[in-house]
């Protein structure tokens, strides 16, 4: 059995993981002194969904959680016992900063450098392509519905020692799987609002952003900031109750 302790450190470092990559791929798009400069919207996605992959690696041992919406829709359905809640949702944000400081460590030259520093909030967190709160949650709640709901839902899910992980008679798929998921959301969901689609993935960034010496950088957008926050809360939430809701097989 998994202690507190250990699933804190495992899903720190996976998070970490995941935004140490993620933002990583949005830096080397958009810093112009990076190779990867202009790579576009699909380098990105993909980006990010194999720093899912790497990061739920990371944090198998702790059922590689590596976000709150997971967390809380697990424990709504029952999966995940709600006394270990705050232990994975602190670990996962402290790993989100931590992961985005070592992002801007990487990449400091290239932030040092570029010719719209005001710009690169982007980098770290997430903003909507029309600004309007009530429609921008919505976004949120369905992108993170469709996450969560599919990992409750996979074939795997509560099952054995790795609930979420699918099993689709190639084991060798492991979190490969839930990356393709996230590359799908990105793509077909991910438009209007960047696809936050964790909380710790948006804030954790978001107050690295805030406290880095990055010359010339704007604002943090903390008005908007409760949007990725509480769109997948809700989303995952309704993911858990729903599939709660349903009958077993």
Known sequence: MTSLGEIFLW???????????????VA?????????HKGGWLLINF??????????????PSNAHINPAVTLGLAVNGQTPWSEVPVYIIAQIIGG??????????????FDTHDEPA???????????????P????TEIIGTFVLVFWIILSPQAGVGE?????????????????????????????????????????LGPRIAYAILPIR????AEWGYSWVPIAGPIIGGVLAGLLALALPSS
């Open 162 to 202: 790795t609930p979420g992980v699918p099993n689709f008679g190639n084991a060798a798929l492991g979190y490969a799987a839930v990356s393709f998921i996230v590359i799908g959301i990105g793509n077909s969901l991910g438009g209007p609002t960047g696809y936050a689609i964790n909380p710790a993935r948006d």
């Open 216 to 219: 010339g950088k704007g604002s």
């Open 11 to 25: 899903e720190l470092m996976g998070t970490a993981m995941l935004t140490l990559l993620g933002c990583g791929v």
């Open 119 to 133: 710009n690169t909030r982007g980098i770290f967190c997430t903003g909507p392509t029309v600004p309007n709160a």
């Open 47 to 60: 980006g990010w969904g194999f720093a899912v992959f790497a990061g739920a690696s990371v944090a198998a």
């Open 28 to 36: 080397n798009v958009t810093l112009r002194n990076s190779l990867g």
């Open 97 to 110: 900063t931590l992961g985005a400081v070592l992002c801007w460590a990487a990449y400091k030259l290239q």
């Open 135 to 138: 429609w921008n949650l919505v």
